[in-house]
C-alpha cells in the first residue's frame, strides 16, 4: 500500500476552503425542503446544468445539525454557484472559514 | 469581373450593433446566368412575408445593376414593411450604385449583372438611421467581398478554430497552439472541483481535465457543469475506456467533452471504434498509455492513430517515487510517437509534473503539460496555475482572436 509522505499530508490538508452559512426559511425538515426546492428552481429557471452532485447534496441538506436556524455548508471558493443562489433568492447567509 | 467557372460571386457582411444590426447576404452574375434565372423567379413568386422587392435610390429610381431584396425575417406587419421599404431598401439600392461609382462593380458591367441581397431586420429595431447606416456599410461591405473572393481558403482554415459566433458566444478550441497546461482533477468532490475551476486563470492555454474518479462518481455529466463554468474551455473526460469503444466515445460526447480518453490497454478493435466514434462526435481522442509498456508498438497496430497521446505515470507509482525527489520522470520517447503518427498528434505528459520539470519536459517535445495535484492542493490554485503557464511562456489569451475584417 503506497502512503503519502509527510510533506504531501501536509499539502493536502494545507488546502483553503470556506463554509456558506445559510439560514433556513423555515425550521425544521420543511425549512430544507423549501431550501432545495428554491435552489432547483434557481437552477433550472436560470437554465443551468444540475450539479452533478445534487443527490449528495440532498442528502447532506437533509442530514446537516441546524445552527441557530442557519446550515454550515462547506464550500471551496466564496464565487460559488451556492452563494450566487442565497443571494439571488434572499436567503440571509455569511462566508466563513471552516472550523 | 467574373470569370466562365465562377457564373456569380456571393459575398456576406454583418455591421452594426443590435437591435438594427445588419446581416446581408448577397450574389452578384450576369443576368443570363444562375443569377438571373434566380433574379427574375424569385420577384415572379413572392412568398409570404418575405416578398423580394426591388432596391431603389428613391422611388422611381432603382439602382443598377438591377438589385432585388429578399427580407430574411418575416415581415408580419405594417411596421416591420416600413423598415424594409424605407431606410434598408435605400441603403441597399445607394451603397449598390456607390459600389459602382467607385469602380467596385465596373461600370460597364451595370447593365449586365443583377444582385439579389438578402437582408436582416431585426423586429426590435427602431432607429431609421442606424438601419439605413448599418445596411448601406453592410451591403458595401458584402459587395467588395464577393468582388475580392473573401475570404480565401487559408483565412478560412486560419479563422476556423479560433473565431467566435457571434450567436454561440464561445468558440471551440481544437488545441491547435501548443503547448498548453491540462489540470487533471481526480478529486471526487464536486464543490471542491468547482472552487478550483472557477479559481483556474481564464487562459486558452487550459485544459481541464476530469479525472477518472470524478466522472465514476458523476458520470459524464460532470463535463457539462464544467462547460457551463467555462464554456470556451477545452474539457477532457478521462474514461480510461477499456471495452465498447464507440459506446463510451459517444456518452462523452453527448456529455460534451472536447477530449475523449482510452486506454492504451484496450484491444485494438475497441480503440479504433473509439477514435472513430469521436471523429463522428467532433471530439478528439487521447489515448492514454498508463502502464502500457511500449505505446509505439500499440500505435504502429492501430489503423487510425488518436489526436492525442498522453505518456502516464500513474498516481500510485508517483506517490512511491515522490519519496526519492531526485528521481528523474520519464515519459518515454516522445519523438518516436510523434513520427509513427505521421507528427499529426500531440503528446501530453502526466506523472509528477512541477514547475521546474516544464523545461525539460518542453524540451523533450511535449505539446501538453498534465499538472494535478500541483494546483489542485495549491493553497493558490490561481497563482500556482499561473506559475506553469508563465513558465510554458504562454499567452493567457489569444490575441489573434480579435475580429479585424474591417
Known amino acids: 500500500m503506497v502512503k503519502l509522505s509527510e510533506e504531501e499530508v501536509n499539502e493536502e490538508e494545507s488546502v483553503f476552503h470556506k463554509k456558506l452559512k445559510i439560514k433556513l426559511k423555515e425550521k425544521g425538515k420543511e425549512g430544507r425542503l423549501i431550501l432545495l426546492q428554491d435552489y432547483l428552481d434557481y437552477l433550472i429557471k436560470g437554465n443551468k446544468t444540475i450539479p452533478p452532485d445534487f443527490p449528495t447534496f440532498v442528502r447532506e441538506i437533509m442530514g446537516l445539525d441546524e ?8 464550500l471551496w471558493n466564496e464565487n460559488s454557484e451556492l452563494v450566487d443562489f442565497a443571494k439571488a433568492r434572499g436567503y440571509e447567509h455569511k462566508i466563513d472559514t471552516y472550523d | 469581373m467574373i470569370n466562365e467557372r465562377d457564373d456569380f460571386l456571393i459575398g456576406e457582411a454583418l455591421v452594426g450593433e443590435e437591435p438594427e444590426i445588419a446581416h446581408i447576404d448577397l450574389i452578384i452574375g450576369s443576368k443570363r446566368g444562375a443569377a438571373g434565372a434566380a433574379f427574375a423567379s424569385s420577384i415572379a413568386q413572392p412568398k409570404q412575408g418575405h416578398t423580394p ?14 438589385t432585388l431584396i429578399v427580407p430574411k425575417v418575416s415581415i408580419r406587419n405594417l411596421a416591420d414593411a416600413e423598415k424594409i421599404f424605407g431606410p434598408a431598401q435605400s441603403a441597399i439600392a445607394k451603397a449598390v450604385a456607390d459600389a459602382v461609382e467607385e469602380g467596385v462593380i465596373p461600370k460597364s458591367e451595370a447593365e449586365e449583372f443583377v444582385v439579389i441581397a ?8 427602431k432607429d431609421y438611421q442606424r438601419i439605413y447606416r448599418y445596411n448601406y456599410a453592410a451591403t458595401k461591405l458584402a459587395l467588395s467581398r464577393a468582388v475580392e473572393k473573401f475570404p480565401d481558403m487559408d483565412k478560412v482554415l486560419e479563422e476556423k478554430d479560433k473565431s467566435i459566433h457571434a450567436m454561440i458566444g464561445f468558440r471551440i478550441n481544437n488545441l491547435k497552439k501548443p503547448p498548453y497546461l491540462e489540470v487533471a482533477l481526480d478529486i471526487p468532490d464536486w464543490r471542491r472541483v468547482e472552487g478550483i475551476v472557477r479559481a483556474l486563470p481564464k487562459s486558452d492555454a487550459i485544459i481541464i481535465e476530469a479525472g477518472t474518479p470524478l466522472i465514476k462518481r458523476y458520470g459524464v455529466e460532470v463535463v457539462q457543469k464544467i462547460h457551463q463554468l467555462r464554456p470556451e474551455t477545452v474539457v477532457f473526460a478521462d474514461l480510461k475506456t477499456l471495452d465498447t469503444g464507440n459506446l463510451e466515445a459517444r456518452m462523452a460526447g453527448d456529455g460534451t467533452a472536447d477530449v475523449v480518453g482510452f486506454s492504451g490497454l484496450a484491444p485494438v478493435s475497441t480503440m479504433e471504434k ?9 471530439a478528439l481522442s487521447l489515448m492514454d498509455t498508463l502502464n502500457v509498456a511500449d505505446p509505439v508498438k500499440v500505435l504502429k497496430k492501430l489503423k487510425v492513430t488518436p489526436n492525442i497521446v498522453e505518456l502516464h505515470r500513474p498516481i500510485d507509482v508517483e506517490l512511491a517515487q ?13 519523438g518516436e510517437v510523434k513520427k509513427v503518427c505521421g507528427n499529426k498528434v500531440l503528446v501530453a505528459v502526466a506523472g509528477g509534473v512541477r514547475v521546474n520539470k516544464i523545461e ?33 511562456d504562454v499567452e493567457d489569451v489569444d490575441q489573434f482572436r480579435v475580429m479585424t475584417d474591417f
Open chain 1, 67 to 74: 445552527r441557530g436556524g442557519f446550515l454550515h455548508i462547506r
Open chain 2, 53 to 66: 422587392i426591388l432596391g431603389v435610390i428613391r422611388p422611381n429610381l432603382p439602382t443598377k445593376p438591377m
Open chain 2, 118 to 125: 438578402s437582408a436582416f431586420i431585426h423586429p426590435r429595431g
Open chain 2, 274 to 282: 473509439f477514435i472513430e466514434e469521436c471523429k463522428k462526435v467532433g
Open chain 2, 322 to 334: 515522490s519519496r526519492d525527489r531526485e528521481q528523474e520522470s520519464e515519459w518515454g520517447n516522445i
Open chain 2, 360 to 392: 525539460k519536459a518542453l524540451n523533450a517535445g511535449a505539446d501538453i503539460i498534465v499538472v494535478g495535484r500541483a494546483i489542485t492542493t495549491a493553497k493558490d490554485v490561481m497563482g500556482a496555475a499561473r506559475a506553469f503557464l508563465q513558465r510554458m
